[in-house]
């Protein structure tokens, strides 16, 4: 059974920086998307950013909120991923979250429904 395991969360001051990975096992598939994920006390899960490889180059997409401020990359492993945040703020305290799925690539519109494998979350918080 595939898992993902998250780890790098924790709390920072605002302005800070964080780096989260995530760890995939079981997961031997040459076609997948990896993706992360947020989810803040009584708010919807909120996609992030994904990794995936199209024609042996790797893409990169991000949401508006991660842009100029998140990195998403491969970690030294391959189906691990990390996720490089740096001037963080109060509203970036959540649950994040790994998500993987198989078979295609990632794409712009995707939500938390279209990724079949998910890991336990790690807790950010950013105080000001």
């Known amino acids: 059974q595939v898992q993902l395991v998250e780890s790098g969360g924790g709390s920072v001051q605002a302005g800070g920086s964080l780096r989260l990975s995530c760890a995939a096992s079981?997961?031997?598939?040459?076609?997948?998307?990896m993706g992360w994920f947020r989810q803040a006390a009584g708010k919807q899960r909120e996609w992030i950013a994904s990794?995936?490889?199209?024609?042996?180059?790797?893409?990169?997409l991000y949401s508006n909120s991660a842009k100029g401020r998140y990195n998403i990359s491969e970690g030294n492993g391959k189906y691990t991923l990390s996720l490089q945040m740096s001037r963080l703020n109060p509203e970036d305290t959540a649950v994040y979250y790994c998500?993987?799925?198989?078979?295609?690539?990632?794409?712009?519109?995707?939500?938390?429904?279209?990724?079949?494998?998910w890991g336990q979350g790690t807790q950010v918080t950013v105080s000001s």
């Open positions: 990794l995936t490889h199209d024609n042996g180059q790797t893409l990169t």
């Open positions: 998500a993987a799925d198989r078979w295609r690539k990632c794409t712009l519109t995707d939500v938390s429904s279209d990724f079949a494998y």
């Open positions: 079981k997961f031997n598939y040459f076609l997948y998307c």
